[in-house]
C-alpha cells in the first residue's frame, strides 16, 4: 500500500509541474488602450525583455493584466533597473515609454 501511495504522490507531483501557472497583460503604444496593443503570456514570474531597438521597448503606455495578475515593468532588460508594479487596469502610465522588460505573477 506505502508503495502505491508514494507512485500516486510522484504522479501527482510530475502533473503540476507540467501545468505551470501561465499568466497574461494586454498592453498598448498609447495611452487609454489606443495605438498599437499586444496581448502575451508567459509562466508565472518569467522574465520577458524586448528586444534593444525593437518596437515594444521603451513603448508601452497602458498596460493591462490578467485578473488578480500584478505585472512589474522594468526600465532594464532581464528585469533589472527601476520598476514600477502594475496591479489592475491602468489607462496610462506616468511611467510611460520607460519600460525595457516585464514580469507577471
Avoid: H
Avoid at 495605438?35 to 525593437?54: D, I, L, M, Q, R
Avoid at 488578480?68 to 527601476?82: E, I
Avoid at 520598476?83 to 510611460?96: D, F, G, V
Amino acid at each position: 500500500m506505502q508503495l502505491k501511495l508514494a507512485t500516486l504522490a510522484t504522479v501527482i507531483t510530475l502533473a503540476a509541474s507540467t501545468y505551470a501557472n501561465t499568466v497574461g497583460t494586454y498592453y498598448c503604444t498609447q495611452a487609454n488602450f489606443l495605438g498599437p496593443c499586444a496581448y502575451t503570456s508567459a509562466e508565472s514570474g518569467t522574465c520577458v525583455t524586448f528586444s534593444t531597438g525593437g518596437f515594444w521597448n521603451k513603448a508601452i503606455a497602458c498596460m493591462r493584466p490578467d485578473t488578480g495578475v500584478v505585472c512589474t515593468l522594468y526600465s532594464g532588460v532581464n528585469c533589472t533597473g527601476a520598476s514600477l508594479a502594475i496591479k489592475a487596469q491602468t489607462m496610462s502610465i506616468s511611467w510611460a515609454d520607460k519600460a525595457s522588460s516585464y514580469s507577471c505573477t
